[in-house]
């Protein structure tokens, strides 16, 4: 059973920045992606950026050039880099390997106007 856990949410202004981390047990960069999803009230989960094995990575057109999705393989973590963030990033992120349906449990990012 692989976990997931994520940190670095929280409040910042438009404009800003935050770093979400997610940290894995066991090698999770073994599987053959894994990615940031994000859910706001009222709407759908949606895939925020992906990477996979070969380090590849692929990121939904609404934040490129803002979200750098990135990797520590000895650490065992996942990161989302956020830049410029826009009160429609409000959500709660998730990071997930969703192959095998591995979920952590969220950490909310509000952006204020």
């Known amino acids: 059973q692989v976990q997931l856990v994520e940190s670095g949410g929280g409040l910042v202004q438009a404009g800003g920045s935050l770093r979400l981390s997610c940290a894995g047990s066991?090698?999770?960069?073994?599987?053959?992606?894994m990615g940031w999803y994000r859910q706001a009230p009222g709407k759908e989960r949606e895939s925020v950026a992906t990477?996979?094995?070969?380090?590849?990575?692929r990121v939904v057109d609404s934040v490129k050039g803002r979200f750098t999705i990135s990797r520590d393989n000895a650490k065992n973590t996942l990161y989302l880099q956020m830049n410029k963030l826009k009160p429609e990033d409000t959500a709660m992120y998730y990071c997930?390997?969703?192959?095998?349906?591995?979920w952590g449990q969220g950490t909310q990012v509000t952006v204020s106007a």
């Open positions: 066991g090698s999770i960069f073994s599987f053959d992606f």
């Open positions: 990477i996979y094995r070969d380090g590849f990575v």
């Open positions: 997930a390997i969703p192959e095998y349906n591995y």
